[in-house]
Nanobody
Framework: VQLQASGGGLVQAGGSLRLSCAASGSIRSINAMGWYRQAPGKQRELVASITSRSSANYADSVKGRFTITRDNAKNTVALQMNSLKPEDAAVYYC????????????WGQGTQVTVSS
């Protein structure tokens, strides 16, 4: 599975960005797709994920500000980020997970999100 992410950049606090990720290759049995982020000196953390049935899960820190959507026909997942805060700045990684009980993770290249205060 290959994941191609796009959409990062620089935005002022309070602004918006949209991240997109397209999956290709052996995408059969991909269940959850989502976004993780990693800020300097911090561990990678889940931002949001969405199952093939569009059940979404969000980190508490982004609830009400970020929205994850998925297009199963196009094998894409997007993250709309509104009301961005400086603490949202990080490298964001697209993730795809195969399986449910036993899972295999695939990662896209990171895309930088910078939020100026």
């Amino acid at each position: 599975v290959q994941l191609q992410a796009s959409g990062g950049g620089l935005v002022q606090a309070g602004g918006s960005l949209r991240l997109s990720c397209a999956a290709s290759g052996s995408i059969r049995s991909i269940n959850a797709m989502g976004w993780y982020r990693q800020a300097p000196g911090k561990q990678r953390e889940l931002v949001a994920s969405i199952t093939s049935r569009s059940s979404a899960n969000y980190a508490d820190s982004v609830k009400g500000r970020f929205t994850i959507t998925r297009d199963n026909a196009k094998n894409t997942v997007a993250l709309q980020m509104n009301s961005l805060k400086p603490e949202d700045a990080a490298v964001y990684y697209c993730n795809a997970q195969r399986g449910t009980l036993v899972t295999v993770d695939y990662w896209g290249q990171g895309t930088q999100v910078t939020v100026s205060s």
